[in-house]
């Protein structure tokens, strides 16, 4: 691909200290959609950081792909979440990136990744189970625990006595502090009491009770051993000890999280999405209540026999990507279509606008799973899970999480939610703040 000689257009500030600080912190989402007006390359300032906001999909290819080496995973993000990720896969950079990135990338192969598919499926019948007779349920909170457990399963290749009124009440303390953590203009060290570096400080030592726990009881597990993650990344880092230790824990949270919330929040979009089109209800239905779910052993299997489940999955990702954007701190001066981007200057890449290029996604707000039967998209027009070598390393489980799970619940269930117009939270991940409350019903 060529890269095309972009101009990036120019926003004025509306503030002369904090250009536009002000509207970007108060609707980030509107915001970053209300600047797709002015073309695919975009700048403006934030504070005293130049930000370019590139959509254009050979632009976007440079910065994750051709490129990357001058455009490294945002450097204020790592910082402010030092505490919670440690020196994990997502916070990392350069050579430590890569020992992580080689060490992990076995463990999320295709091959070891089928391994947790009786784990899906167990967990999505134990969930039925527990709704047998209930006929309301929060979906969001179903969808969260459900992706919880089967993360901690695959984690730790067993099940842990976990509470798990107490996760998800660390998971809301930690997305509530996580949002403004991320975008208030100034770092304010975590130690100062104030924000939410309290409710902050608090949710990292339960998340860390937590993970440190799960490893203590499964080093000390005797029993005949599951294939897990904790046991491939112990296998391939070597000394021993409690260096060893807080390594893992970095690892751990890091795979908890960002495999978690993410997966749950695309199904709690997907029964949303699909309360409002009962017409891709039914047609999900007659696929999935046919068909022998716990027969899949890979995600190819999935795709070519459950094409509405695996298209209605894509269109969900597209339309609210939990991952809305993600930001590359550029550590060179560096050429970007026209222009030469200054060291220390911020990229952002959005897939929740660049989904809604009405050149490439017609009718773009129209939820319309169909439209994935004749769609040919580059990895720079459709990007989920980003691209280039920083692309999500849970890609493949979380596609056979998010199929399994919307199949084998409607294939037992009727679930109906709440149908107003849509409002989204945008936290770390992309959260659904209404219409969760789903009346449930044994499917017929
Ligand atoms: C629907 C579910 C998911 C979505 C939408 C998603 C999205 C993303 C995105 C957009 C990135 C890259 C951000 C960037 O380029 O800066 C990413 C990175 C990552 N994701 Fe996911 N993810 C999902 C599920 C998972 C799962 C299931 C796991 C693991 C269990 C996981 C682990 C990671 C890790 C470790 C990274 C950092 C990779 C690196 O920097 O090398 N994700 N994810």
């Not at 080496?69 to 990720?85: G, P």
């Not at 969260?144 to 996760?167: H, Q």
């Not at 597209?318 to 970007?336: E, H, M, S």
Request: proline letters at 5%.
């Amino acid at each position: 691909m060529n890269e095309p000689r972009l101009i990036a257009h120019s926003l004025p500030s509306s503030h002369l200290l904090w250009g536009n600080l002000k509207p970007f912190m108060a609707d980030i989402l509107g915001y970053l959609e209300s600047t797709a007006n002015f073309g695919p390359f975009i700048q403006f300032r934030l504070f005293n950081t130049r930000v370019y906001l590139v959509s254009d999909p050979e632009l976007v290819n440079t910065v994750l792909t051709n490129k990357s080496q001058s455009f490294v995973r945002n450097r204020s993000f790592a910082k402010r979440l030092r505490r919670l990720f440690g020196h994990g896969l997502l916070t990392s950079e350069g050579d430590e990136w890569k020992r992580l990135r080689k060490l992990s990338a076995p463990a999320f192969q295709p091959k070891s990744t089928n391994t947790y598919i009786p784990i899906i499926n167990d967990e999505v019948k134990k969930l039925a189970k527990d709704w047998d007779g209930c006929t309301q349920v929060d979906i969001a909170h179903e969808m969260s625990k459900i992706t919880a457990r089967i993360i901690t399963r695959c984690i730790f290749g067993m099940e842990l006595e976990v509470d798990m009124a107490e996760m998800e009440d660390t998971m809301d303390q930690l997305m509530s502090s996580l949002g403004p953590r991320l975008r208030y203009p100034i770092y304010t060290p975590d130690w100062l009491p104030v924000g939410g570096n309290v409710l902050y400080r608090k949710a990292v030592k339960r998340v860390d009770r937590f993970i440190y726990s799960g490893i203590q009881a499964r080093l000390a597990d005797n029993g005949e051993q599951q294939p897990s993650l904790l046991a491939d990344l112990m296998a391939a880092s070597g000394n021993d000890g409690d260096s060893r230790k807080s390594h893992l824990r970095d690892q751990i949270v890091t795979l908890f999280l960002a495999g978690h919330e993410t997966t749950a929040s695309t199904l709690t979009f997907a029964f949303i999405l699909l309360s409002k089109h009962p017409q891709q209800f039914a047609k999900l239905c007659a696929e999935v209540r046919s068909c022998n779910l716990d027969a899949f052993d890979n995600l190819n299997a999935i795709r070519e026999s459950l094409p509405v489940t695996y298209n209605i999955i894509r269109e969900v990702m597209r339309l609210y990507p939990a991952g809305y954007i993600f930001g590359r701190t550029v550590i060179n001066d560096t050429q970007l279509g026209a222009e030469t981007l200054k060291k220390g200057s911020l990229v952002m890449v959005s897939p929740y606008v660049i989904h809604r290029n009405p050149d490439v996604f017609p009718n773009p707000e129209q939820f319309d799973p169909d439209r994935w039967l004749n769609l040919d998209v580059s990895r720079s027009q459709y990007l989920p899970f980003s691209a280039g070598a920083r692309t999500c390393i849970g890609e493949y489980l979380a596609m056979l999480e998010a199929c399994l799970i919307l199949a084998g619940i409607v294939a037992r269930f009727d679930v109906t939610c709440g149908t107003d117009p849509i409002s989204i939270m945008p936290a770390i991940t992309l959260r659904a703040t209404n219409n969760t409350k789903a009346t449930i019903a044994v499917g017929e």
